[in-house]
């Protein structure tokens, strides 16, 4: 069955820090790539997604991921976090069956420190 | 442009009785989305609709669970007879349809069910 895994489910880091969440998902076939994020007292919001093309992505706030076809991965970056994006980050990818379907990771909950 | 409305935004309810949830697109989305999110999980999709017809319901417990748009706009989901474990935020979600699987979704504010 098709999966994604998220590696951390909690991060602290201090303003600054470099920031990289990990996305794995388990799916041989195409694949669509989106890396969502829920402020506090917000909505799910798409940061980035990738669908073809140049593996590196850039999204809004800073935020990059760069897909690795051979690793089934699809990592986050920020070079340097801001207390602002203290947030809860979901990996999600569309896989066609048929049509596309969405499978959504667990989520990793950053918390940045003043 | 308007956003993806729900409501209620809040329920609590007792094991055994029914609850019905309700959620508006944004305007020309084709596709609309019923997740279930417990805590500390990710959204689990559980009945896609593209305009009035659904496209995936494989993780829908369709024993309780029911759900229609009608018109291809409004949506309702439904939980009846409710249990314990159906405490979560439902999320609803639209989006475009392209060929390519590259739309992304815009979710709504979510209804936090608690079943006591």
């Known amino acids: 069955a098709q999966s994604v895994s998220q590696h951390n489910h909690h991060v602290i880091l201090s303003e600054a820090a470099s920031l990289e969440l990990g996305c794995n998902y388990s799916?041989?076939?195409?694949?669509?790539l989106f890396w969502y994020v829920q402020y506090p007292g917000q909505h799910l919001q798409l940061l980035l997604k990738?669908?073809?093309?140049?593996?590196l992505v850039k999204g809004i706030k800073g935020f990059e991921a760069e897909f690795i076809k051979s690793k089934f991965s699809f990592n986050l970056r920020k070079p340097s976090v801001q207390w602002s994006d203290t947030a809860e980050y979901f990996c999600?990818?569309?896989?066609?069956?048929?049509?596309?379907?969405?499978?959504f990771g667990a989520g990793t909950r950053l918390f940045v420190k003043a | 442009e308007a956003g993806v409305a729900q409501s209620p935004r809040y329920k609590i309810i007792e094991k055994r009785q029914s609850v019905a949830f309700w959620c508006n697109p944004i305007?020309?989305?084709?596709?609309l989305y019923w997740y279930q999110q417990i805590l500390g999980q990710g959204p689990k999709l559980l009945i896609q609709?593209?305009?009035?017809?659904?496209?995936?319901d494989s993780q829908l417990p369709k024993d309780r669970f029911s759900a229609e748009r009608l018109k291809g706009v409004d949506s309702t989901l439904k939980i009846q007879p409710a249990k314990l474990e159906d405490s979560a935020v439902y999320l609803c979600?639209?989006?475009?349809?392209?060929?390519?699987?590259?739309?992304?979704?815009?979710f709504g504010p979510g209804t936090r069910l608690t079943v006591t």
């Open positions: 979600a639209s989006s475009r349809i392209t060929g390519t699987g590259s739309y992304e979704q815009y």
């Open positions: 799916y041989g076939g195409t694949v669509n």
């Open positions: 990738y669908f073809s093309g140049d593996p």
């Open positions: 999600a990818v569309n896989v066609r069956t048929g049509g596309f379907k969405t499978i």
């Open positions: 305007s020309g989305h084709a596709t």
């Open positions: 609709f593209q305009n009035n017809g659904v496209v995936d």
